[in-house]
């Protein structure tokens, strides 16, 4: 069958449309303040030799600052382009770009296994939703620190309070050997 031009404009804006809504975010964007970035970087004990994933990382201020204050290598992870686009020019405006890299990527699909610190800024139902792959996918001893929403059953190590801000911590924990 020979579609028109006007038919085949038709099925591109709709593979476009198709395209484009598969890739919206989950939530909205809501800056971390930079008191609490502070703050979950001191939570998550993040210092040299660390490997940061910002999932939801927004304008990339978590990665930057890591990176800028401890010289880590440090990831974002947003699926939304002008988030990445803000990330890129903040790590090129506080020069870290060598040790920056921001990727627009589903989290629930990105690949963050060699994470040793993993911080989120997310609602309840997403990090629920994470938690198998963070308990499956990450080494034991693997911090996790999250601004603001818990992980459901799985009690925090620690949980700070901040100018009306909550910061959980957790631990991924040693692996049980199967039985002998």
Excluded: C
Excluded at 128 to 145: F, M, N, Q, S, W
């Amino acid at each position: 069958m020979r579609h028109n031009g006007p038919m085949r404009l038709l099925f591109a804006l709709a593979f476009v449309a198709a395209s484009a809504a598969a890739q919206q975010p989950d939530v909205i964007y809501v800056p971390t303040p930079q008191d609490v970035v502070d703050e979950m970087l001191k939570l998550g004990r993040v210092g040299k030799g660390d490997i940061l994933y910002d999932l939801g990382s927004g304008d990339g201020r978590i990665p930057v600052t890591a990176a800028k204050r401890f010289g880590i290598r440090a990831y974002g992870i947003d699926i939304d382009p002008q988030r990445i686009q803000e990330a890129n020019e903040n790590a090129k405006k506080n020069g870290v770009t060598s040790l920056v890299q921001f990727r627009q990527e589903d989290l629930f699909k990105s690949k963050f296994a060699d994470a040793t610190v993993v911080t989120l800024y997310l609602l309840p139902d997403l990090n629920v939703k994470l938690r198998p792959r963070l308990l499956a996918e990450l080494k034991p001893g693997t911090r996790i620190v999250s601004h603001q929403f818990d992980m459901g059953t799985w009690k925090p190590d620690r949980k700070v309070e901040l100018n009306g801000r909550t910061i959980y911590l957790w631990t991924i924990p040693q692996r049980k050997s199967p039985p002998q």
